[in-house]
Nanobody, 116 residues
Framework: QVQLVESGGGLVQPGESLRLSCAAS??????????MNWYRQAPGKERELVAG???????NYADSVKGRFTISRDNARNLVFLQMNSLKPEDTAVYYCNTNFIRDYWGRGTQVTVSS
């Protein structure tokens, strides 16, 4: 059973940084073949894709985070990271780790709050 566990969220001031981690387990095949994603959902808004990374390291980002966020992965340790710099109040949301293989798998999320 695939399990995704996020960590690293917290309360920061505008302009500060956070690094989120996602620990993945239970894959039927090597973790390195799975594309991994970070989504976020702010109160009253739909869940949106923030960043994605393929097994070979190709990345994509939402326009709103390009140049500020960086997604990466450590295939040896089954980890995915989201480095978030220059955080803004509008980045406040619950951040979810995701993968899709036949179906979507989600973690429980980690809260990120950006406020002065």
């Amino acid at each position: 059973q695939v399990q995704l566990v996020e960590s690293g969220g917290g309360l920061v001031q505008p302009g500060e940084s956070l690094r989120l981690s996602c620990a993945a387990s239970g894959f039927a095949f090597s973790f390195s073949i799975y594309a991994m994603n970070w989504y976020r959902q702010a109160p009253g808004k739909e869940r949106e894709l923030v960043a994605g990374i393929t097994g070979t390291g190709s990345t994509n980002y939402a326009d709103s985070v390009k140049g500020r966020f960086t997604i990466s992965r450590d295939n040896a340790r089954n980890l995915v990271f989201l480095q978030m710099n220059s955080l803004k109040p509008e980045d406040t949301a619950v951040y979810y780790c995701n993968t899709n293989f036949i179906r979507d798998y989600w973690g429980r999320g980690t809260q990120v709050t950006v406020s002065s």
